[in-house]
């Protein structure tokens, strides 16, 4: 599977915003749903937000109302819109794509820092 590959993580201050950007480009396959997963220092990988071809959408609970996923089917884009973000947010941050073919593939990661 082709992996996605994501962009616009780094360093903000608590309270700020950051806008991840995750993009799949010359797969076979077509796209069922895709999502954002975080992985903090010393913890397992946990999902943030998932949304389907259809636009469906789910969210972690400590994030719900701050943060909002969106998807550009046309693109094989999806983004993930993160405001007033605080410290216990800093991890990398994965972007996940499940094919309609039952694979799916991981993008390598981009780190977000919320310091203090």
């Known amino acids: 599977q082709v992996q996605p590959v994501e962009s616009g993580g780094g360093l903000v201050q608590a309270g700020g915003s950051l806008r991840l950007s995750c993009a799949v480009s010359?797969?076979?396959?077509?796209?069922?749903?895709m999502g954002w997963y975080r992985q903090a220092l010393g913890k397992q990988r946990e999902l943030v937000a998932h949304i389907t071809s259809g636009g469906s959408t789910n969210y972690a609970d400590s994030v719900k109302g701050r943060f909002t996923i969106s998807r550009d089917n046309a693109r094989n884009t999806v983004y993930l819109q993160m405001n007033s973000l605080k410290p216990e947010d800093t991890a990398v941050y994965y972007c996940?794509?499940?094919?309609?073919?039952?694979?799916?593939?991981w993008g390598k990661g981009t780190l977000v820092t919320v310091s203090s």
């Open positions: 010359g797969s076979r396959f077509s796209i069922a749903a």
């Open positions: 996940h794509v499940a094919y309609t073919s039952g694979g799916n593939s």
